[in-house]
């Protein structure tokens, strides 16, 4: 706090819990109390059993198993679910939550410090949310000249696209918010939104820095995407499918990675590219260019630019795991049975449990391999790494995808092959 | 290509050896640093410096005679020292004035030790001398008698996972 | 009618833009720069933005009391520019420093140098984007900030340095410590070089970029770590050598490349060899003696001018004192390495590209309130 806080006074103290009381008196007698009335004197509330429906009644009933886990199954199994909850919107965001901690205390273990230490008991757990409240109560200043109706949604579609390409990572067998027949494909094709979305907004923002920051944004993004389309072409050769469910499935015994090594790194390298992390961050270079194509953000856009940016880091990790590390394959670690001898509906499912928790351990090992470059890398220069997108990682994408045809053609891998199922 | 990776590997190699060296953070106001002595003190008679650290000064009333030395000194510096009227009735201050000092000004360098030569002021290991006022910040003689306690007793350890502080 | 076809001018493919005092690539220094795509075709400094007229405010003051003031234009080195004023104050007053006194005031600038180094190295690093090398390096730091409290007895404002000697004699224990850490010292230096130094993107970025030429640096008048990255191993300790230096070995560290890699690495090898000083300075310490020439209370002299200079972290910084015979100096005139070496800036910086601005801008080891004192 910036100001000196003053004298406590005790009779002041009272005074504020005396207040605090006093309103929440007032809420519950004007609000609640006539809610609870409404509800028993207008709604035809069903005997059950040939009692009157109590609240005691009510409660007692919420905690019998055969009655309130059909409803839990029915809600689970709903598309409102899977977009809000699980593979969907809450799960990436809080993975992305964890990340930008997770950086922040691993980058300084690694730097010999203390990360974020004061917010929350222990060793500063709650400071993202410290960081998010800051960030809505600050002013959002638009430069004079700005573009007034792009500056304002392209931090919205900057989000909205990175939530799209999250719907479409399946986190467990048959969890996938848009089970899409060309799933590969429709990544790719929301990933080519970014570089328009960067430049539009540069462009927008009516200042140098951001101008120069956008072309970077958009030479690197656009450089990179061909590598990476060119790097995951051999999964499919192998998997025979574009379907992301199907190219985990096909992994059965051996992981892709052990086949395809140099596709993997590939892939690796433009996703770090994609991402704009550290050694490939010139569009937000500080030094040069104060902060690229986001100078102007301020308050909550850049909040959004920064859960858009996280969200598809979860993407891109899930991404790989999906395509390269087997998806959700591991050793079934949990029982088949939680209550064994329990007749009835049951939630419970253990390969789905399982999956999920492979998946979600594999993503965030990927998750702290895209971390670990920013700790010991400098910045790169435009122009070695147009080199290094458009001459290496493309010759290197070629050669792999001859191994893969190699592989499949010689009889080992693919349908009908030797060491496929 | 194969010493740029190499390159690379090393660089990885010495960022992860990292991640098992301890860290090197001082957890202040939790922990403090050790000094080694009571403070920096000058003896007029051998003309050189008696080293300590250098923060609040400390004013002995029994030795100070009101010769405005440290407030002359001081004049070409900083001018935080002002000559005050003390209550008190000492033989060998017949002026009955004594120093004042204002840290708002101070810069900590020590040169009024240096020209007291009657060995009454010297500096301590105190240097939380935050205020919520500017008025607070001067300190008068009688403040300045008063023998600071300060309680830091970490040091800088080097030991086998690098060097930490406690 | 209809409309006009305007050919596009000169003029108009250049984007002005001011690497301003606002700005978290160039500390509290401007300077204009025009760039045409990404090449940079003009670039104009100016120094200014911290004057604050040290060397007026040297003339109100006496000799002694000149010294807390005039420290504060580099603080972090500064031990190094009161060393200097010393020497020139001594020569204009005829005070004899004891030879402790002398040993302990090289200690004192060693263990300095490495401070102002490590400092400049960390800020490299983040200007590169690698924000490790701003962490290590400014914890390594605390080692000798630690040391240097305990000798001096404050972290930076050191006031250690006075026309007659030092302020005070080494602590107890001192001679330990100070080993123990320079040792540890150098085991990190290795780390920073594995990350660091042979790291392919930071070669990349820095090898063959601004390439300053032996007769190029001649003629500009570059000074200190830039002269010796450019294949010219002059040092002041061992060109001219003052107080104790001339009884000290120790090789010249240089490189012939005079590009910014050069220049980045001349000051680490400097570090290295530094470590090794502080060593030798500590043995051959006499045991016991002096440390200071008793003065008078306003210490004066016949009327006369000096000049003498020092090797500090950016390069030769003299002093040219002029004395009327009063305990206040007539003229005080500081000049500094950092203003000669940004001469060197836009010879450096035209034709380069906009990403190289940092690494050339910084690797001139400029420190702004030096310059404009």
């Not at chain 3, 340095?161 to 085991?187: H, S, T, W």
Request: with cysteine; hydrophobic share 45%; proline share 6%.
């Amino acid at each position: 706090m910036a100001t000196a806080p003053k004298d406590f006074r005790f009779g002041n103290f009272v005074g504020s819990l005396i207040q605090l009381i006093f309103w929440i008196l007032i809420i519950v007698t004007l609000v609640g109390l006539p809610l609870i009335f409404i509800i028993l004197f207008y709604v035809p509330l069903p005997p059950v059993n040939g009692e009157v429906l109590t609240p005691y009644l009510f409660f007692s009933m919420m905690v019998d198993p055969t009655r309130t886990i059909p409803i839990i199954n029915f809600m689970i199994h709903t598309d409102m679910f899977r977009v809000a909850v699980f593979p969907g919107f809450s799960y990436a965001a809080l993975l992305a939550a964890a990340t930008i901690f997770i950086e922040r205390k691993f980058l300084a273990k690694m730097q010999l410090r203390i990360g974020p230490l004061y917010a929350g008991k222990i060793e500063g757990i709650l400071q993202l949310i410290a960081d998010g409240l800051k960030l809505i109560s600050k002013e959002i200043i638009v430069p004079s000249g700005a573009d007034k109706l792009i500056f304002w949604t392209a931090p919205v579609a900057f989000v909205v696209t990175a939530a799209a390409v999250v719907s479409l990572i399946p986190a467990a067998p048959g969890w996938v918010v848009a089970d899409l027949d060309v799933g590969i494909v429709a990544v790719f094709a929301f990933l080519g939104f970014f570089p328009l979305i960067a430049l539009l907004f540069s462009w927008a923002s009516n200042s140098k820095y951001p101008f120069i920051g956008g072309m970077r944004a958009l030479h690197q993004m656009i450089a990179f995407e061909i590598p990476f389309i060119l790097s995951a072409l051999p999964v499919v050769i192998l998997a025979g499918s574009l379907n992301l469910t199907d190219m985990a499935n096909a992994q059965y015994p051996y992981w892709f990675v052990f086949f395809l090594p140099i596709s993997a790194f590939v892939f690796y390298i433009s996703s770090l590219a994609e991402l704009e992390r550290i050694p490939f961050d010139l569009p937000e270079a500080e030094s040069e260019i104060v902060a690229g194509w986001l100078t102007e953000t301020s308050g909550m856009i850049y909040g959004l630019i920064q859960l858009g940016t996280y969200v598809k880091l979860y993407a891109l990790a899930g991404l790989f795991v999906i395509l390269f590390l087997g998806g959700w394959a591991g050793p079934q670690i949990f029982p088949e049975e939680i209550m064994p001898g329990y007749t009835g509906e049951k939630i419970y499912n253990a390969t789905t449990v399982n999956a999920v928790f492979w998946f979600t351990l594999k993503t965030l090992g990927m998750i702290m391999l895209i971390l670990l470059p920013r700790g010991i890398n400098p910045r790169i220069r435009i122009d070695i790494l147009l080199h290094t997108g458009w001459y290496k990682l493309i010759v290197l994408a070629f050669i792999n995808i001859f191994v893969a045809l190699l592989l499949v053609y010689g009889g080992i891998l693919g349908p009908g092959g030797l060491l496929s199922t | 290509m194969t010493n740029s990776a190499g390159g690379f590997i090393k660089a990885i190699e010495s960022g992860s050896k990292h991640l098992l060296i301890k860290r090197f953070t001082l957890r202040y106001p939790e922990k403090k640093l050790k000094f080694v002595g009571d403070g920096y003190q000058f003896d007029p008679k051998r003309g050189v410096g008696i080293a300590g650290s250098r923060g609040r000064h400390i004013l002995f009333h029994d030795k100070c005679t009101g010769c405005q030395l440290c407030a002359i000194a001081c004049e070409g510096i900083a001018e935080a020292i002002g000559m005050v009227k003390v209550n008190e009735q000492w033989k060998h201050n017949k002026k009955a004035i004594m120093p004042q000092i204002d840290y708002g000004k101070c810069v900590f360098c020590g040169l009024c030790v240096d020209a007291c030569p009657f060995y009454a002021l010297y500096m301590t290991n105190d240097y939380e001398l935050s205020s919520f006022t500017k008025e607070h910040l001067i300190y008068t003689p009688s403040q300045l008698g008063i023998k600071p306690k300060y309680d830091g007793d970490v040091e800088l350890k080097i030991g086998k996972r690098g060097a930490d502080h406690g | 009618m209809g409309l006009e076809i305007v050919k596009e001018t000169e003029e108009d493919r250049l984007m002005t833009l001011s690497v301003g005092p606002q700005h978290p690539g160039s500390g509290h220094f401007r300077f204009t720069i025009k760039v045409d795509g990404d090449y940079v075709v003009y670039c104009d400094p100016d120094p200014g933005y911290v004057h604050r007229g040290e060397e007026k405010m040297c003339e109100y003051r006496n000799f002694i009391q000149n010294i807390p003031h005039l420290e504060r234009p580099v603080i972090h080195d500064s031990t190094n520019i009161t060393y200097s004023y010393s020497l020139a104050v001594e020569e204009l007053t005829n005070i004899q420093v004891p030879l402790r006194g002398q040993y302990i005031r090289a200690l004192a600038s060693e263990l300095n140098r490495q401070v102002y180094t490590l400092y400049w190295l960390g800020i490299y690093g983040i200007f590169l984007g690698h924000s490790t090398m701003f962490m290590w390096p400014v914890g390594d730091r605390e080692l000798f900030i630690d040391l240097l409290e305990a000798l001096t007895g404050a972290r930076v404002t050191h006031a250690y340095n006075i026309p007659g000697g030092v302020r005070n004699d080494m602590p107890e224990g001192f001679k330990d410590r100070c080993l123990r850490q320079v040792a540890y010292f150098e085991k990190r230096l290795v780390e920073y070089e594995d990350i660091f130094y042979n790291n392919p993107l930071f070669r990349q970025r820095t090898e063959g970029v601004g390439i300053l030429t032996k007769e190029d640096a001649i003629k500009l008048g570059v000074t200190g770590s830039v002269l010796r990255a450019s294949g010219i191993p002059f040092d002041v300790r061992k060109a001219e050598p003052y107080d104790i230096y001339n009884e000290i070995d120790f090789k010249v560290q240089y490189m012939k490349t005079g590009d910014s890699f050069a220049r980045s690495m001349v000051p680490f090898l400097d570090m290295r060899e530094s470590c090794q000083i502080i060593r030798t300075l500590l043995d051959k310490m006499p045991q016991s003696g002096e440390v200071r020439a008793k003065l008078q209370p306003n210490p004066k002299g016949p009327a006369g001018e000096s000049y003498k200079r020092v090797e500090s972290g950016r390069g030769a910084l003299g002093y040219y004192i002029v004395s009327d015979g009063t305990p206040k100096p007539y003229r005080v005139k500081l000049s500094v390495g950092s203003f000669r070496n940004i001469l060197a800036l836009p010879y450096l910086l035209i034709g380069s590209k906009l990403a190289d601005m940092p690494s050339i801008y910084w690797s001139l080891n400029y420190w702004p309130v030096e310059a404009d004192r």
